[in-house]
């Protein structure tokens, strides 16, 4: 009998199934991750001494001390002298209007070097921050595996931000130097980007440098000494030294939002995100073609790019809007490209579904081996949709949950066990995870928070600049425990399932916001007072913002500044967070020290019971938001 290579490797280690080897992974986290390390087979400047040093408490754990390896090195230099995978296609990209490029891995690495040559001088050094606001297209993976490979940061930005969003990470960081294009194709349309940019530049005092991308070959407005074309930064020398990194030297900062607003700079670090990635749930094979429908500024960007090249795989990126020209268009790159594994939201099946499955059968997709979905939560009628008239119950659908604080999975699905819909069958190995009631009892059956007892591999090593914050974030509910701030179930049978957030954080389409990171653009607005917004379910999205405001005295709710109103929070964070449906109301319901009860709003809003209002100054407010009447599909 053929044995996966997973399946072997479990019973290499003396183990007989993948809980065996779970129920180990989390007695003896040390021992488990350096077998991972093992398996991931990177290569180290440096060896470490000691697999993980714990003397700064969980929160703060140190891993591979003493270890100096570089992630872009073995996303590249590490194949070179494998003459089949150097010749393999690293990436293929393919834009909007149909045109196709392909780099093999030596190709790749050249390019990669000029640009890292480029950027050293340009001033950028080890330890700067660069950032990054670029759609899906080569230059984004080549700026960040150059950044990297010369001991620089680099911060990725969500390509459909407005400048507000674009300005905030840029300032938290501290960007030096910010890369970006002058327009991409969206849906047969040019997407206008540098604009946006120098808008946001106008608000942050630290860029010094701002590199284009002529993607579009269009005229844009130019800064002298401060704007760079990207031509510059490909200078011609194809030998470039990777910069020896410690372990816990970062490499990235990703920004992710939370209920007070401000973005929380989750850090991730050389040793264990190389690891990590090269290990991915421990079910991937070396080599085929794989494709993530996502962006470079949410986690899945930069996992799609080193989970591929990790593993001497091939990246396949796509520029544009995955229903354009037709709808067709996610399986005709499946049949063009022979891509083996598909990366989805479920936001996105839930769009295709009402097209039946007449686009599928146009094209030959047999190639696809594996559907990844991650993001956002899975309802059953989709999830079965994909598994049988996508798959022909051939496929499995490897969903995962993680986020852009883990650095990989809490909860999976693998091969090795019975897959329900819409749910996990495992706790990601080495995660030792469990559902809390409120005293801190797991419990089976219920509802609870979701929390992980140990430290893993890829967790965020604190967020940028803000020790403080990270820690009050994740580790006061319980002593040390991460509580993750999502709501999840574990039923008899053993499959997990996570029911929403635990606080107000919005999941619009799989992009993450913060409540007051729209309601302070909102409350810019001369006539508004204050503003409260609200995620509330949607059949295709998953969920979607609801503003409420309280307009200044005065002032009247026309449908002129209603209009405004939608125009200024969808110019400033951009159309795929534009909100469903604004509305005023005389009052917000808020707490005696006037903290805004966005939990009330929402149950209200939704026709729910209410819970407990007792903490509530005017309970009464909640009456006008229960009269409002809905837009449709709410």
């Known amino acids: 009998m053929n044995l996966s290579p997973f ?15 779970y129920e180990a992974s989390i007695r003896d986290i040390k021992w488990f991750w350096k077998e991972v390390e093992k398996r991931a087979g990177i290569e180290w400047f440096q060896p470490y001494h000691q697999v993980l040093d714990l003397s700064k408490g969980k929160a703060w754990g140190s891993w591979f001390v003493g270890g100096k390896l570089n992630l872009a090195y073995n996303c590249l230099d590490r194949w070179l002298n494998d003459e089949e995978i150097a010749s393999r296609p690293a990436l293929i990209w393919e834009r909007e209007d149909d045109q196709v490029e392909k780099y093999s891995f030596k190709e790749l690495n050249n390019w990669v070097n000029q640009v890292a040559n480029g950027l050293k001088e340009q001033g950028i ?66 997407i206008a980007v540098k604009e946006e940019v120098d808008e946001a530049i106008s608000m942050v005092s630290c860029v010094e440098k701002v590199v284009v991308v002529k993607r579009m070959n269009r005229e844009i407005s130019w800064v002298e000494g401060r704007d760079l074309d990207w031509k510059e930064l490909e200078s011609g020398v194809e030998d470039f030294s990777a910069e020896p990194m410690d372990s816990m030297d970062p490499f990235m900062v990703v920004f992710t939002s939370g209920t007070t607003g ?71 790159l499946i049949e063009k490209h022979q891509i083996t594994s598909l990366g989805i939201s479920p936001t996105l099946i839930r769009s295709l579904m009402q097209y039946g499955v007449e686009p599928i059968r146009r094209h030959n997709i047999s190639s696809l081996m594996s559907i990844g979905s991650t993001g956002e939560p899975w309802n059953p009628e989709p999830w079965n949709w994909l598994f049988e008239k996508v798959g022909n119950k051939q496929i499995p659908i490897i969903n995962f949950s993680g986020g852009t604080e883990i650095g990989g999975v809490i909860f999976t699905n693998t091969t090795l066990k019975p897959i329900a819909p819409a749910s996990f069958n495992a706790r990601g190995l080495g995660m030792d995870v469990q559902v809390y009631d409120s005293s801190g009892k797991p419990v089976i059956n219920e509802v609870g928070e979701l929390v992980i007892r140990q430290p893993w591999l890829g967790m965020t090593y604190g967020f940028w600049q803000e020790p403080e914050r990270y820690e009050e974030t994740y580790w006061k509910v319980w002593k040390d425990t991460w509580a993750h701030g999502d709501a999840a179930i574990q039923d008899e049978e053993g499959f997990w399932t996570i029911t929403g957030r635990s606080d107000n954080t919005l999941n619009v389409g799989g992009k993450r916001l913060g409540p007051a990171e729209m309601e302070s653009i909102i409350v810019d607005h001369p006539a508004v007072l204050e503003s409260a917004v609200i995620g509330v379910p949607d059949p295709l999205k998953g969920e979607v ?30 159309k795929a967070l534009r909100p469903k449906a604004i509305y005023t109301v005389a009052d917000l319901p808020k707490t005696k020290n006037q903290k805004i009860m966005h939990r009330a709003i929402r149950n209200a809003y939704l026709k729910k019971n209410l819970g407990d209002l007792s903490s509530l100054d005017n309970p009464e407010s909640l009456e006008e938001i229960q009269k409002v009447k809905q837009p449709q599909n709410i």
């Open 125 to 190: 050094s080890k330890g700067d921050r660069v950032a990054i606001h670029m759609p899906m297209i080569p230059e984004v993976a080549v700026a960040t595996l150059a950044i990297i490979k010369l001991g620089a940061i680099f911060v990725p930005s969500f390509s459909g931000f407005g400048a507000d969003p674009i300005a905030k990470r840029i300032d938290s960081a501290q960007a030096k130097m910010l890369i970006t294009v002058d327009g991409f194709l969206r849906a047969g349309k040019m």
């Open 545 to 574: 913002p609801i503003c409420f405001v309280v307009l200044t005295q005065g002032n009247e709710a026309t449908k002129n500044l209603m209009d405004e109103l939608m125009s200024m929070v969808t110019k400033r964070l951009g």
């Open 262 to 332: 401000r973005p929380k700079g989750t850090v991730h670090t050389h040793g264990p995100y190389t690891v990590r990635g090269a290990f991915g749930a421990g079910e991937k094979l070396q080599g085929g073609v794989n494709f993530w429908v996502t962006d470079m500024g949410w986690i899945m960007g930069p996992s799609h790019v080193f989970g591929s090249l990790l593993n001497a795989a091939t990246m396949v990126l796509y520029e544009g809007s995955p229903t354009h020209p037709d709808i067709d268009r996610i399986w005709k």
């Open 7 to 21: 399946y072997k490797w479990i019973k290499d280690l003396g183990f007989n199934s993948y809980d065996e080897l």
